[in-house]
């Protein structure tokens, strides 16, 4: 059975769009210098960074999105307009 999806290909990178400008991962700075052997060492990384955060860090980063959501629209032709033609 077939669902019928058509298979989009990978979109191109986009600097002014990557996942690392997002507000959260923006601010991992030194998370390339850890080293997880395990499932349990990562998990037990990342609760405790974000119980490392205040409300605030989030609020910011919740606010911080239309503008990331414009950048996006703004690019649409240049990135995503070959997929809608």
Same mark, same amino acid.
């Given at each position: 059975?077939? =669902?019928?999806?058509?298979?989009?290909?990978? =979109? %191109?990178?986009? %600097?002014?769009? @990557? %996942?690392?400008?997002?507000?959260?991962? *923006?601010?991992?700075?030194? =998370?390339?210098? *850890?080293?997880?052997?395990?499932?349990?060492?990562?998990?037990?990384?990342?609760?405790?960074?974000?119980?490392?955060?205040?409300?605030?860090?989030?609020?910011?980063?919740?606010?911080? =999105? %239309?503008?990331?959501?414009?950048?996006? @629209?703004?690019?649409?032709?240049?990135?995503?307009? *070959?997929?809608?033609?």
């Amino acid at each position: 059975e077939t =669902l019928n999806w058509d298979v989009l290909s990978h =979109l %191109p990178y986009s %600097p002014d769009i @990557v %996942p690392s400008d997002y507000h959260l991962f *923006q601010s991992m700075t030194g =998370l390339s210098e *850890q080293c997880f052997h395990s499932y349990e060492d990562t998990k037990k990384w990342v609760d405790s960074w974000i119980a490392s955060k205040d409300v605030s860090f989030f609020r910011r980063g919740i606010h911080l =999105l %239309p503008e990331r959501w414009k950048k996006v @629209v703004a690019s649409y032709e240049q990135y995503f307009g *070959q997929y809608f033609e």
